[in-house]
Every structure is written in C-alpha cells, then in structure tokens.
C-alpha cells in the first residue's frame, strides 16, 4: 500500500525491506488491519505523511529473517507485532511506557514511534504490505500461541489493547458507571474492558446505529444516539440521578463529529488535531471528583476545552498512547478463558490489492463496517 495524496492509495511494488541493524526482524505479514487513525492519514490531515509512505500500525505475520544479534525469534515463527516501536531500555521503556520511548523517534519529544504514520512519528513504513522491517525485533514482537487465532492476535496489536487501556486509566472500582464516547473499535474495547474492571453500568454514546448495535451485542452495554437526544450531556445527567458517570472515556478524538472549524483548518494546514467535542461531553457529564480517561487520537488542539470546568469539578484526566505490548498478558488470559473473542468486531476483509476499496469502504461507512482486515498474499 503506498501513500499518493490525499484519498489516493495504490497498491505499487516497492524494494523488498532489508536488515538494516542487527537487532531488525523482516516480517511475512499474513494479515494486517485499517485502523481509524489511519484515516487521518488517508484524508490528508496529518503533518508530514509523505507520498511513498506505508502505512499499517495492526498486522501479524511469520519471521522471515532476523539480525544477526536477535534471540528471541527465528524464521518461520509465528509473530504478533505491537503498533509501538520501542527500545525496551530507556528511562520510559523501563517503567513500561512503551509508547513514550526516548530512542525511536527523532522528529518529536513527546511521542514516541509507530509503524506506518507519518514522520512525525518516526516515518517507519507500516505492516499494509507484504514484508515489512521490525526494529528491536527483541522486544517489540510476540511469538502468536498456537491456539491464538491470527484474527484475535491482529486486534491485540492495537485496537483491543489500547480499549483494554483506556479502561485501565479510567480507574474504574467495583459497582462505577462508565460512559463511553465513540463505538469505533477502540470503544466497543474499552466498553467491554470496563467489566472486566468491575464497571456496574457500561454507556456507549455514538451517532451510527449499527455501530450502537454492536456495543449492545458485543460489550452488552447501554446505548444513546447523540443524534436523536437534544442535549446528550443533559440525557446523561438524568440517566444518573443528576450525579454524572464516575468514569468517561473517550474513544474519539480527532474523529469527534461535525467541527466545521476542524477540517477548514485541517486541509490548510495539514493539522487535525481534533475537535473537542467529545472530550468537553465526558468533563460535563461525570460527576465531580470523577475521572476521565482519553485515548482518542488527537494532535495539537486549537479548539477550546472545558480545562477550567474540569478543574473546578475535581476531575482526574489520564490519557497516552497506549503501550500495547504491557496489555497483552492479562488480554491473553480473558480470551484463552472465553471472555472475549476480538475478532467478533472485524466485519470485512479484503484482499491487500484492494485495500483502496478498504478505505474507501470504512472511511465512508459504508455497508456497516467497523472493522476492516486486510488479507496479505497466500494464507
């Protein structure tokens, strides 16, 4: 897959990636997945996102040849990538803040890489290809286990383990209500991450019905249509006894609906940095002393946001990029016990030669998608 402006991507033939240091992996890719934040990209809304680019930050796949200096893996295994790239060794890799690695990323200080999204997050070329180049191959992939279908591993690599992660930093207790804002992948996630967390009351807000449809199958939550309520804020404080949620998690970000002001701006200056509309929801509609978790994508915000309201509601925000790899443990658990099937979101797959249709497809919302996968040569 190759970048060419602005809702145009072609699929081309590229050079073969090669070991370019001795701890590099080249990866077989099988399967890999069309994220939400991908769409930034795709629409043209994120700095320095070069024609030529690959992207593709979710993908699994077999090791085709490592470095000379890695251990843990060997060709032909198996292996589940996670979307950070990290050196497992630094002052933030350390204290497992995977995704805020001080040595993978020259362009910003304070994000760290990821595979396939721009150069202001290291300009790596991402897993929507046929083999692609996994540095610190000794830390970053897994080898998948065998009952672990490749499905269920490809959502691991971001989706389910930034959902599982949002949950966590909502800090939920026993018997809280949790709102959900947004019932993309990463929402429907954290919305059935809550539960495992002790959640009482699981809410998912989003516009789309069919994307409600599943909140209410797959994570077996409350729903409302923000479309179809006068003031979702006023509806939630009802819903509550006029108290709010204890926890708000917003699963937005840039995608936050309908800022005029965001996509003028975002075309001029290649600046989505995302509307606030769904983060000033989550502060307006927990209770005071609650918490609100973000994990949406979002850049550099030049909307306002309710910082003095939060402030004088006692509110604690806590947001990252999530370190996916640092999830994995207790996500492999709740699916090898049967809690949780994550492919059950994928609603499409198409072939890597018509990954334009892809995006076509899930950028629009067409045909009910949530979920693309992209299927990588013979499987």
Not at 21 to 47: E, F, Q, W
Not at 312 to 317: D, F
Request: glycine residues 10%; hydrophobic residues 40%.
């Amino acid at each position: 897959m190759v970048y060419r402006g602005p809702y145009k991507i072609r699929v081309e033939d590229k050079q073969m990636p090669s070991i370019e240091h001795s701890n590099d992996a080249i990866i077989r890719v099988t399967k890999a997945a069309v994220c939400g934040s991908d769409l930034h990209l795709y629409h043209g809304m994120m700095p320095d996102t070069r024609v030529g680019m690959t992207f593709g930050h979710e993908f699994v796949g077999v090791v085709h040849e490592v470095g000379a200096s890695v251990r843990s893996l060997k060709p032909g295994d198996r292996v589940m990538v996670p979307a950070n790239i990290y050196c497992g060794s630094c002052f933030y890799c350390a204290r497992g803040l995977y995704s805020n690695c001080h040595n993978v990323n020259a362009n910003a200080t304070a994000a760290g890489a990821l595979y396939g999204y721009s150069h202001t997050v290291g300009g790596y070329d991402g897993g929507q290809a046929e083999y692609v180049r996994v540095p610190f191959a000794d830390v970053g992939p897994s080898v998948i286990p065998e009952w672990l279908d490749d499905e269920d591993a490809l959502m691991m690599t971001d989706a389910l383990a930034t959902g599982y992660f949002g949950a966590q930093l909502g800090e939920i207790t026993e018997g809280d209500t949790v709102v959900v804002f947004g019932a993309g992948p990463v929402g429907l996630f954290a919305a059935k991450s809550a539960w495992f967390m002790g959640a009482g009351r699981v809410i998912v807000i989003d516009h789309l019905n069919y994307r409600l449809e599943k909140a209410r199958t797959f994570a077996h939550a409350e729903t409302y249509n923000f479309v179809e309520i006068d003031d979702i804020v006023v509806h939630l404080k009802r819903a509550t006894d006029y108290f709010g949620a204890d926890v708000a998690i917003d699963a937005v970000g840039a995608e936050a609906d309908g800022n005029v002001i965001q996509h003028v701006t975002a075309a001029k200056l290649k600046l989505q940095g995302g509307s606030p509309v769904a983060l000033n929801w989550a502060i307006d509609s927990v209770r005071k002393g609650g918490v609100i978790s973000v994990m949406g994508a979002y850049g550099p915000i030049y909307s306002a946001i309710k910082f003095g309201d939060a402030m004088n509601k006692g509110l604690t925000l806590r947001m990252n990029q999530a370190p996916m790899k640092r999830q994995w443990p207790r996500l492999l658990e709740h699916i090898k016990a049967g809690y949780l099937k994550p492919n059950e979101i994928v609603t499409h797959r198409f072939p890597l030669e018509d990954i334009a249709e892809a995006y076509h497809v899930f950028s629009a919302k067409l045909d009910g998608c949530i979920k693309p996968v992209i299927i990588v040569g013979d499987q």
